[in-house]
């Protein structure tokens, strides 16, 4: 049963020092809010996970709490670079950033495997491209045993914690989110213990089209956090401020600005960024 | 051409070179094909063909949205227009694995930070040292699987010595390797690219070689000017032709969708 907590307690209790953490949520539903609490409670050294760490990690980036990123792809949707992400690797500012990249389909199944119980899953992806040499040991070719065709392995990812953003729960833990759902599932499943912030918590979650229902047993924590996906957004409750992605490039461009953005919007708010 | 962004619409002439890259890619596809689009200038096209002469075109996002029909450019390739407009929305592990894997996908439309001759594509590092680039880029994304995957490739990139170069920093994207017979080496079964389409002309790889060769030209630009682009010795078709200038129809449908948008 996951235990309803404030987003701080969650945080404090699920999240430490030197884990292997994925915030999931693919353009929609990105858990900003917790991604800022995990700023604000000062981790340090951990190994962050994501397919597509745009603003959110790069704040964290910038922030100082990561040693190392596993993605698949690091920009900022539609705007450009995410340029605290590339003033750690090019230059280790404010710490050095290992990476370890993967193609989203690698990804994906990596989760996908994590959340099976098996230690691989076999994809096409990676013919031909050099990360086949650069995501080496967590990629390598494996022959089909009923074909004897050649295809890529990719290494389960079990994360630590795995924390996604979802539009409902009930009073008991149960979770429903819809619209693009992306990777969410997989990573919450995948994970040794996984948190989900909401959007509300309501008496009876309704079936929704298209919805994905976490079960109140499989999950270690719920903490209501409305707005917390916010600048993406989260489907039926508010829209993606396509502003405040065009904006962040000229706040993330230089470290002065960034470190006031930070002060201002993250560490001396109690809640996320409005 | 006019390079200015105020063309008027009662004058395709006054196209941006950007809009006549659009526009020529977005000929590329036929109604009732089914397309994976990367965000930017292939979503911008795929979107023209389908509010031009491919209305029955099945616009595939890797966020999961199948037969996306949006209303306006998309910032991002979830943008909430992709997901309500669209036939079906899947998870992330089900499009690339049930939808794009299996070879079900006609077209898959690439944009490049870097191209060679054969039309191999890197989106993930400038520079010669992995660990020390002098650009770090996004990176993969989905376009390694798009462009394995896809039983054909269109790619869709600015023009110039800087973008199209002798040899890639980094091998994101297969395209056909070193000549024929790479991609089937790699375990691939699909055609690869078959198009490039840049801001000064159009490029198609050689049917015996591979190698991409010069075919056509955008109205107003030369020969020489798309070898002066390139870095490499570019091959030119003996029967280079010139791409029709945009209809006010195309140049309608790409104004009307940028509104809002940032392309």
């Avoid at chain 2, 004058?11 to 809009?19: L, V, Y």
Wanted: glycine share 10%.
């Amino acid at each position: 049963m996951a235990e309803i907590v404030s987003l701080a307690d969650a945080v404090a209790e699920l999240v430490h020092d030197g884990d292997t953490v994925a915030l999931e949520g693919f353009t929609h539903l990105i858990p900003f809010a917790a991604g800022h609490e995990i700023i604000r409670q000062g981790r340090r050294d951990l190994t962050l996970v994501r397919m597509t760490p745009d603003l959110i990690y790069d704040q964290m980036i910038g922030a100082g709490c990561a040693r190392r990123l596993v993605f698949s792809w690091g920009g900022n949707p539609g705007v450009g670079s995410l340029h605290r992400f590339r003033d750690a690797v090019e230059n280790g500012w404010p710490v050095p950033l290992e990476i370890e990249e993967h193609t989203h389909a690698g990804m994906a199944n990596r989760y996908v495997a994590g959340a099976s119980g098996l230690p691989f899953a076999t994809v096409r992806a990676y013919a031909g491209s050099d990360y086949l040499k650069h995501a080496a040991p967590n990629v390598a070719s494996i022959t089909c045993p009923f074909t004897g065709e050649v295809l890529t392995a990719v290494a389960a990812l079990r994360p630590d914690v795995s924390i996604v953003h979802a539009q409902q729960a009930d009073r008991e833990g149960n979770v429903q989110l819809w619209g693009i759902t992306g990777v969410q599932r997989e990573a919450a499943l995948a994970a040794h213990r996984a948190l989900v912030t909401v959007e509300e918590i309501v008496d009876k979650l309704e079936p929704v089209p298209g919805g994905v229902v976490l079960p109140t047993w499989s999950l270690s924590h719920v903490a209501l956090a409305p707005r917390g996906a916010y600048p993406s957004y989260a489907s039926g409750y508010y829209s993606r401020d396509n502003a405040y992605y065009v904006a962040w490039d000229a706040i993330s461009r230089d470290r002065d600005t960034f470190n006031a953005w930070l002060d201002e919007h993250v560490l001396d708010s109690q809640g996320a960024n409005r | 051409m006019n390079d200015g962004p105020n063309g008027s619409i009662a004058d395709p002439h006054a196209a941006t070179r950007d809009e006549m890259m659009t526009v020529a890619a977005a000929r590329s596809l036929r109604d009732r094909d089914t397309c994976f689009v990367g965000i930017g200038l292939p979503s911008a096209a795929a979107n023209v063909a389908r509010l031009t002469h491919a209305p029955g075109i099945v616009l595939i996002y890797e966020s999961g949205t199948i037969g996306a029909r949006p209303t306006r450019l998309p910032l991002s390739i979830g943008d909430e227009d992709l997901a309500l407009t669209a036939r079906a929305v899947v998870s992330v592990p089900e499009i690339f694995n049930y939808w794009l894997q299996p070879h079900r996908i006609g077209v898959g439309f690439l944009g490049a930070a870097q191209i060679d001759r054969f039309a191999n594509i890197n989106t993930t590092i400038i520079g010669s040292d992995y660990n020390h680039p002098k650009v770090r880029l996004p990176g993969a994304g989905g376009a390694p699987e798009i462009a394995g995957c896809c039983r054909e490739v269109i790619v869709i990139v600015r023009q110039s010595p800087r973008t199209f170069v002798r040899q890639l920093d980094f091998i994101t994207s297969l395209g056909h390797g070193n000549g024929p017979g790479d991609r089937e080496a790699a375990g691939l079964r699909t055609r690869g690219p078959v198009k490039v389409v840049s801001d000064l002309g159009v490029l198609e790889p050689d049917e015996v070689t591979h190698e991409l060769m010069l075919t056509q030209v955008h109205p107003g630009v030369d020969v020489e000017s798309v070898i002066a682009a390139t870095g490499w010795p570019l091959r030119v078709s003996p029967n280079v032709t010139t791409v029709d200038p945009p209809t006010i129809e195309e140049l309608q449908a790409l104004r009307q969708l940028a509104v809002g948008g940032l392309e």
